[in-house]
């Protein structure tokens, strides 16, 4: 789809493919754990440009796409209520829950505010006292920091009307459950690198020696997608799996300090529903005791709701990078960004959403390798990874 | 929500008790908090998500970085009007 003159730095992007066209000598299957970087693969014709055999799996990591029903039903819930301001970042606005999204609540008279920052939702609840002011706090170990900054914030200038509807998610323990699922074929990680920003990368070493996968710490450019899936198939090629830092320039091995240390004193690790995935043992964080008063789901007792996703979404087999957003039937016919079946189809982290956006032609014409690049020298069979092409997008609408 | 942006400290000053920074990103100016980043000084860069500074960065990397946002129109998306963006989405 994309044109290789398109990167910010041609010939670097060059010198890269080529060198990993060079080592690569049979297939392998990668997993971009980061919705940013399944954003940036696709809307960069990324995949298309590594040798064949090299897939680059999906993960998990589009916060908007996991964040369960459960918990969006309850957002609108709440914010239907009349005397809630609910606030929430503006990717949250159009995740479908049961039968509606916030965007309808909004319409149909919800007090609905859209936020850069969490702290922006707590000046709302400092001018608007007589109101019950709600933020929606969902997301990985990058946002969690500002939610907890925000709720420490609350309780020292004793701001009472604020409360934070909590559903964060953590990384290590979702690829703890890619690698232990039956069906996994992932040979090697790209870490999100701006996860790791936070939390440095001492979680992964030792998932990297338990499951004896190359886990590389990765940004989200396309020139640093490209750097991650080098470092990670070098690995693989020569048999090791180690954990390598390839955002140095933004992750220092520790991440932030200050940052860990308050997502310590206000969060508690908890079990956590991933939305088409199921519970995942210790992979969230909920607000600690002691900060109980300003969780909203204590706040406000939402009872009986009845949680129905549409059948025909395969979100959940997206998501485990079991199979790629075009199968799915629903995928560019009953399902598009504006008609959204799954979440995974609203936020342009989610892999459907990105495929419909970028790769409405599907054809790898446009994928200009550069001439003289080695082609894998040789394929063996006895690997996971899979080498078969993504089959053409029929059904996806033509622009 | 997901994009972390870098932007160049313009100034910082205390408010309600927390460092608060104004950082530029490429023209758009944005109250930041930076009590993560105690030392950040001002003229420097810094990685900001959902307003609040995380890391620090080289200048270099930082004009990258924003000149490929500029390019891809994801500034627009960080910091545009929300409800345009999602009425957008719809009608897509
Ligand atoms: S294309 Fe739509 S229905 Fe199919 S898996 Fe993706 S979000 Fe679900």
């Known amino acids: 789809m994309k044109y290789i003159d398109e990167f910010q730095d041609p010939e670097l992007a060059r010198r890269l493919l080529d060198d990993i066209h060079a080592i690569v000598t049979r297939p392998w299957a990668l997993m971009e754990v980061c919705g940013g970087q399944t954003h940036s693969i696709i809307r960069h014709g990324i995949d298309q440009l590594l040798p064949d055999g090299i897939e680059l799996i999906h993960g998990p990591g589009c916060p908007v796409c996991v964040t369960p029903l459960e918990v969006i039903d309850k957002a609108l819930e709440i914010a239907s209520r009349k005397d809630v301001i609910f606030c929430s970042y503006g990717d949250m606005l159009r995740v479908p829950g049961t039968g509606r999204d916030l965007f309808q609540v909004r319409s149909e008279g919800g007090d609905v505010r859209v936020v850069y920052s969490p702290l922006d939702a707590l000046r709302i609840a400092q001018q608007h006292p007589e109101r019950q002011v709600v933020f929606f706090g969902i997301g990985f170990e990058t946002t969690a920091p500002p939610n907890a900054m925000t709720v420490h914030q609350a309780k020292k200038l004793g701001i009472g009307n604020f409360s934070l509807l909590v559903s964060h998610v953590r990384v290590p323990p979702a690829i703890e459950a890619i690698m232990q699922s039956e069906s996994c074929r992932v040979q090697g990680f790209l870490a999100a690198g701006h996860v790791c920003s936070v939390m440095g990368t001492g979680e992964y070493p030792p998932l990297a020696e338990r499951f004896r996968v190359p886990i590389v710490v990765t940004g989200f450019e396309p020139l640093d997608v490209l750097e991650g899936v080098r470092r990670a198939v070098r690995q693989l090629e020569r048999g090791e799996h180690t954990v390598d830092n390839a955002y140095a320039r933004v992750v220092p091995p520790e991440g932030n300090p200050a940052a860990k240390a308050m997502l310590a004193d206000i969060f508690e690790v908890t079990d956590r529903a991933w939305r088409g995935i199921g519970v995942i043992p210790g992979s969230g964080w909920r607000l600690a005791e002691r900060y109980r008063e300003f969780d909203a789901e204590h706040r406000f007792s939402v009872t009986g709701i009845d949680t129905r996703e549409p059948v025909e979404c395969r979100s959940g087999e997206v998501l485990q990078g079991l199979i790629k957003p075009h199968e799915c039937e629903a995928f560019g016919t009953t399902c598009t960004p504006r008609t959204p079946l799954g979440a995974t189809m609203v936020s342009s982290e989610g892999a459907c959403a990105a495929y419909y956006l970028y790769r409405r032609l599907g054809t790898t014409s446009g994928a200009v390798i550069p001439s003289g690049t080695a082609t894998m020298a040789a394929r063996t069979s006895g690997s996971a990874g899979s080498t078969s092409e993504p089959a053409p997008l029929e059904g996806s609408p033509v622009v | ?92």
């Open chain 2, 1 to 92: 929500m997901c994009l972390a942006v870098p932007g160049k400290v313009l100034d910082i000053e205390e408010r309600d008790g927390t460092r608060m920074a104004t950082v530029d990103f490429g023209g758009v100016a944005k109250e930041v908090c930076c009590e993560y980043l105690p030392d950040l000084r001002v003229g420097e860069y810094t990685i900001v998500h959902v307003g609040f500074a995380l890391q620090r960065l080289d200048e270099d990397s930082a004009r990258q970085t924003l000149a490929l946002f500029e390019e891809l129109g994801l500034l627009e998306e960080e910091f545009g009007d929300p409800w345009e963006l999602a009425a957008r989405e719809a009608t897509k």
